[in-house]
């Protein structure tokens, strides 16, 4: 039993556990025996780099851990791993740059597999303006932003269905990804107590049964936004794979109008 072959096959159940497939589950997805599978998984058999990169598509493995598994097997990795702003990139960053600006009036922002902001529109910065320095210094964490009690929590209408919201999300991108970074930013948000103003709010109970709101406290009252989350389709790049835009629409028509007063105020300005 070699080393390679039983640390690609601890991986390989892992993952599998992790999916709550059985053995024949992914044997059949797979098209291989169960008893073929079972020899890789226990290392007494040495998968090919084929035949890893099939059973992590069909175990939805995330690319970093695709790569991750194809080094347990003796094999380079094959996804590579760029920052958003290098050259190979340009093409995607414009993309993003285009989907972000093109949302203005309206909130629109680009995060990493962390929950770290890496862009953002000219809307963001005034929904965070209330919030701690400590909390809008770089690498920006959205979810501790959120829900921090020095962060928008204070202003947050709607604060525990939103914080329920964003657990929940948190929760099921840890068990997709088994990201411990997530794990740590969880137990972390997790805790934070609920700030005093936060319950004074009265939320409006328009939306139910529709989508959750972000319902935020502003000088012209109460803003309130559906949002949604685009990824690029078919990345074959770890730190595409990994983007999610957040674009935040306006869920009602005092919003909607108050946004775009805001924003011609800041061309206006500029």
């Known amino acids: 039993m070699s080393g390679?072959?039983?640390?690609?096959?601890?991986?390989?159940?892992?993952?599998?556990?992790r999916r709550r497939m059985s053995q024949l589950d992914l044997a059949c997805e797979a098209e291989i025996s169960t008893r073929h599978l079972?020899?890789?998984?226990t290392g007494r058999a040495q998968p090919s780099r084929e035949m890893v990169l099939r059973l992590a598509e069909r175990l939805e493995v995330p690319l970093r851990d695709r790569n991750a598994l194809l080094?347990?097997?003796g094999f380079a990795p094959i996804f590579p791993q760029r920052p958003l702003d290098d050259p190979a990139l340009a093409g995607a960053r414009r993309a993003v740059d285009l989907i972000l600006a093109?949302?203005?009036?309206?909130?629109a922002l680009a995060v990493d597999r962390d929950w770290n902001m890496v862009a953002h529109?000219?809307?963001?910065?005034?929904?965070?303006?209330?919030?701690?320095?400590?909390?809008k210094a770089a690498p920006v964490n959205v979810i501790r932003l959120s829900l921090h009690p020095e962060g928008l929590a204070r202003r947050i209408v709607n604060f525990a269905e939103?914080?329920?919201?964003l657990l929940e999300r948190l929760r099921?991108?840890?068990?997709?990804?088994?990201?411990?970074r997530l794990r740590d930013l969880l137990a972390e948000v997790q805790a934070y107590p609920t700030p005093p103003e936060a319950a004074l709010h009265q939320p409006a109970n328009d939306f139910a049964g529709i989508a959750v709101p972000f319902q935020f406290t502003s000088p012209a009252g109460t803003l309130s936004f559906y949002s949604t989350t685009t990824v690029?389709?078919?990345?074959?790049d770890v730190t595409l794979s990994e983007l999610m835009l957040e674009t935040f629409f306006p869920a009602d028509d005092a919003t909607a109008a108050y946004v775009r007063d805001f924003a011609a105020n800041l061309e206006n300005s500029q």
């Open 71 to 73: 080094v347990a097997a």
């Open 232 to 236: 690029f389709g078919t990345p074959v």
């Open 162 to 165: 939103w914080r329920a919201h």
């Open 38 to 41: 079972s020899f890789m998984e």
């Open 121 to 135: 529109n000219r809307m963001v910065p005034s929904l965070m303006a209330s919030a701690s320095p400590e909390l």
């Open 102 to 107: 093109g949302h203005e009036p309206f909130p």
């Open 172 to 180: 099921r991108d840890l068990e997709i990804t088994a990201n411990p």
């Open 4 to 17: 390679t072959a039983t640390a690609v096959g601890g991986h390989l159940r892992a993952w599998r556990q």
